[in-house]
């Protein structure tokens, strides 16, 4: 069986955009490989944070993620497997320092940082984190990353720094992660559709995978469907982002239905958004309700992830094992 290695950061509420497009994926593809799912908080470190929400936020993201389907025995916290950070240092050793600065998400969140106006330091964590998940991919010698073109760039360092290291140490040992590019639904902002749907916008941009139905209600009737200057022929963002938001709840019969009726000139907007909140309630009241079981044994689950990161952790004990050995170090 190939192996899968996939990661998400601990960033509080988790929305319908991150489940469409990354975890649904995780969900099924759990069952076709051998998969490790990591929550990284270390990678959250490496721009400004809460320090107080970042363990909070941690077990929050755990929860989510298990409330819409993915198995405790696939998933561990980043920072319960220490070996991630003693392969980085290694691996550090494997990377040139202009490789890093050429990477695009370190000048775009440079940017922010300087844009954001209190504070311009830049960690070296933030120029370093590609090795970091470079670690996090080869330690488990995963076969597939699930990534988006966003992340391309990131996962063809990999691939160099694990070429230059069997290179150096004269031996094939790391294999070349392959990206697994599979079909996710791109959703937008439903209040601005110009944007993808994010948190980092404001509350009205995003709609939580766990919010209540009066507020999921609220939020698509107010949806933005077009904004006046589309042009003609073409089917304005806010509206083909609702077509997307059904599609991917999986209502392909309504779906198509109201697609036939938006050629024939004659759909309203109304019964779009209509089905459109009909859809994603019934989606998420699954998730909710699993949710609520989650909460009301918070030991159970905390004892679960510590216990699968406790049985993940070997798998990366036994590569850095053999990693310190090819390059000289002393093993314990």
Not at 44 to 49: C, D, F, G, K, V
Not at 257 to 274: F, N, S
Request: charged fraction near 25%; charge should be neutral.
């Amino acid at each position: 069986m190939k192996t899968i290695l996939s990661g998400i950061q601990p960033t509080g509420t988790m929305h319908l955009g991150n489940y469409f497009g990354a975890i649904q994926n995780w969900v099924k593809l759990q069952d076709e490989y051998q998969c490790f799912f990591s929550v990284v908080d270390y990678h959250a470190m490496t721009m400004p944070y809460d320090v107080k929400k970042l363990r909070t936020n941690t077990w929050e993201m755990v929860t989510n993620l298990m409330a819409t389907g993915v198995k405790p025995e696939y998933l561990f916290i980043q920072s319960l497997v220490p070996e991630h950070t003693e392969l980085t240092w290694i691996l550090n050793c494997y990377c040139s320092y202009g490789q890093l600065t050429r990477m695009t998400q370190f000048k775009d969140k440079s940017q922010q940082v300087q844009e954001g106006g209190k504070d311009d330091f830049i960690s070296v964590g933030l120029l370093g984190y590609p090795v970091l998940q470079a670690a996090d991919i080869l330690i488990y010698k995963a076969d597939y990353v699930p990534v988006g073109k966003d992340q391309e760039q990131h996962l063809e360092l990999t691939r160099d720094i694990a070429q230059r290291f069997n290179h150096q140490v004269g031996k094939e040992y790391f294999a070349l992660p392959e990206p697994l590019f599979t079909e996710t639904s791109k959703i937008r902002s439903t209040a601005d559709p110009s944007k993808k749907m994010s948190k980092s916008a404001g509350e009205k941009h995003y709609i939580s995978l766990f919010a209540d139905e009066d507020t999921i209600r609220r939020q698509i009737k107010s949806a933005v469907t077009d904004s006046g200057n589309t042009p003609e022929g073409t089917m304005a963002e806010g509206v083909s982002n609702l077509f997307e938001l059904i599609r991917a709840c999986g209502n392909i019969t309504e779906h198509d239905q109201l697609m036939e009726q938006y050629h024939a000139g004659q759909l309203k907007y109304v019964d779009l958004k209509e089905t459109t909140a009909n859809a994603i309630v019934a989606l998420t009241s699954n998730f909710i309700a699993r949710k609520k079981e989650l909460d009301a044994d918070k030991r159970r689950l905390k004892d679960q992830i510590k216990q699968s990161s406790s049985e993940i952790r070997k798998h990366a004990q036994q590569t850095l094992k053999e990693v310190k050995e090819l390059v000289g170090l002393l093993n314990v």
